[in-house]
C-alpha cells in the first residue's frame, strides 16, 4: 500500500473513526472532558449565560494578549489591513442574539455511532454577541474581481488525519457579505470568555458553529477553493468513508423539551407527579423561521404554543399543559420550518455524524 493511501485512509478514519456500536471509546472520553454540553434545563432561559453555553475546542485554547494580538485582512484585496482589537471596538456595532449549535450535536445518540465528541442533546446555546459587521470592512479592503471566498484562520492548531494546521474554514463572497455576519468581541455584555475565542471571532448566523471560527487571527481572500482540512474533509454528509459528500452549512430545523419533573441521578430519567404538567421548551432553524411545534405524548402528536423569536437567528420558545396520568410515558417533540422541512420521528444517519435532528425522546414515570 502507497504512502500516499495509507495517509489517505488514516485522514478518513479520523474525521469520525470508524462508526461502533460499542460502549464509549477511551478517546471520546477524553473530548467529553473537554468539552461540554449546555444542560437541557437551560432552555428555561431566553439567553443562556456563557458558562453554560455549549463549548467545542478542536484543538488547545490558544493563549493570546489583547494587546499584542492583531487581526490581518489580506490576500486578493486592493488594501491590505491590520487592525487591534480597539480598532475594531471603534466601528460600528451591532448586539443580536443567536442560536449556535454544534454540527454533531445527536451524534451518539445514532447507531452504530460515529467515533468523535459525543454528543447527547445539548451542543446548543443561545448568547447575545456583540461586534462589528463583516460587509463594511471587506468594502474598505476592497475585494478583487476574481475573489470567490475568504479564509477565516484561527490561533489554534493540531493535527487530524495526519495533518497539522490551524483551524480554518472559508465563506463564498456573497455569505461573507451577508449583515448579519459579524466580528464578535463580547458576548452576554462581557469581553469573549478564552474558551469562546477571546479576543475576536468570526460569527455567522443561521449556520452551524464550525464556521464561527474562534481566536481569529487572519482573513484572507482567494481566487480559489480553499481545501483546508476543517473545508474539504470534515464537515461533510456522508455515507461511508470515502468523500466528497454534501457540505455541512446552515442548522437543520431542532426542537429541544426541557425535562419535566425531577431525575433519576444515574440513568435522567424523569419522575413526575400525576396532574398538570408544564411542558415547554425551545426550536430553531437556519432555514427559515420555525413555524410550528408539536408536542408527542405516547405517539399522539398535538399542537404547542409558539412565542415570537428572539430574533432573526434565535430561537423561539414553545409550551403545552400535559395532564399527565400515572404509569410509563414517552414524550417527544418536533418542530417545522417555513421552508416545510419538518423533524423525523428516526435517525438520519451519516458517517461523520453530523445533522442528527432526530426528534428528541423523554422516558418519563407518572407517580
Keep these: 500500500m502507497s504512502k500516499n493511501h495509507t495517509k489517505q485512509k488514516a485522514a478518513q478514519a479520523a474525521t469520525s473513526g470508524q462508526p461502533t456500536e460499542g460502549p464509549l471509546t477511551h478517546e471520546e472520553l477524553q473530548l467529553s472532558g473537554r468539552n461540554h454540553s449546555m444542560p437541557l434545563e437551560a432552555l428555561h432561559e431566553d439567553i443562556t449565560p456563557a458558562g453554560l453555553h455549549y463549548l467545542l475546542i478542536h484543538f488547545d485554547i490558544p493563549l493570546v494578549s489583547a494587546e499584542s494580538w492583531r487581526l490581518r485582512l489580506g490576500g486578493a484585496v486592493h488594501r491590505s489591513l491590520e487592525l487591534s482589537l480597539d480598532d475594531i471596538k471603534a466601528r460600528p456595532a451591532v448586539t443580536m442574539p443567536v442560536t449556535l449549535e454544534c454540527a454533531g450535536n445527536g451524534r451518539s445518540l445514532l447507531q452504530p455511532r460515529p467515533l468523535s465528541q459525543p454528543w447527547v442533546l445539548g451542543a446548543v446555546g443561545t448568547a447575545e454577541w456583540t461586534g462589528a459587521p463583516l460587509a463594511p470592512l471587506l468594502e474598505e479592503a476592497g475585494l478583487a474581481r476574481d475573489a470567490v471566498e475568504l479564509v477565516f484562520t484561527g490561533a489554534d492548531s493540531g493535527i487530524q488525519g495526519g495533518v497539522e494546521e490551524p483551524y480554518a474554514r472559508s ?7 451577508h449583515p448579519e455576519v459579524m466580528l464578535a468581541y463580547a458576548m452576554n455584555g ?35 477553493r480553499f481545501t483546508g482540512w476543517q473545508q474539504s474533509v470534515a464537515y461533510h454528509y456522508l455515507q461511508g468513508p470515502d468523500g466528497p459528500g454534501l457540505p455541512v452549512s446552515h442548522i437543520r430545523v431542532r426542537s429541544l423539551m426541557v425535562p419535566p419533573g425531577i431525575p433519576d441521578f444515574f440513568t435522567r430519567r424523569r419522575v413526575v407527579d400525576a396532574g398538570p404538567v408544564m411542558l415547554e421548551g425551545r426550536a430553531w432553524s437556519g432555514h427559515g423561521e420555525v ?4 408536542v408527542g405524548i405516547d405517539g399522539e402528536w398535538m399542537p404547542a404554543h409558539l412565542e415570537p423569536a428572539l430574533g432573526d437567528f434565535a430561537w423561539r420558545r414553545w409550551s403545552m399543559v400535559w395532564v399527565a396520568s400515572p404509569g410509563e410515558h414517552v414524550l417527544r417533540c418536533r418542530a417545522m420550518d417555513t421552508s416545510g422541512a419538518l423533524q423525523s420521528n ?15 425522546r423523554v422516558e418519563v414515570t407518572v407517580r
Design 171 to 177: 465563506l463564498s463572497i456573497e455569505e461573507a457579505m
Design 190 to 224: 462581557q469581553p469573549l470568555p478564552p474558551q469562546h475565542g477571546f479576543p475576536l471571532r468570526l460569527l455567522v448566523p443561521g449556520w452551524y458553529g464550525m464556521a464561527s471560527v474562534k481566536w481569529l487571527a487572519s482573513i484572507e481572500a482567494v481566487r480559489s
Design 291 to 294: 413555524e410550528r411545534v408539536e
Design 346 to 360: 428516526e435517525q438520519v444517519w451519516n458517517y461523520q455524524g453530523l445533522g442528527n435532528n432526530m426528534a428528541q
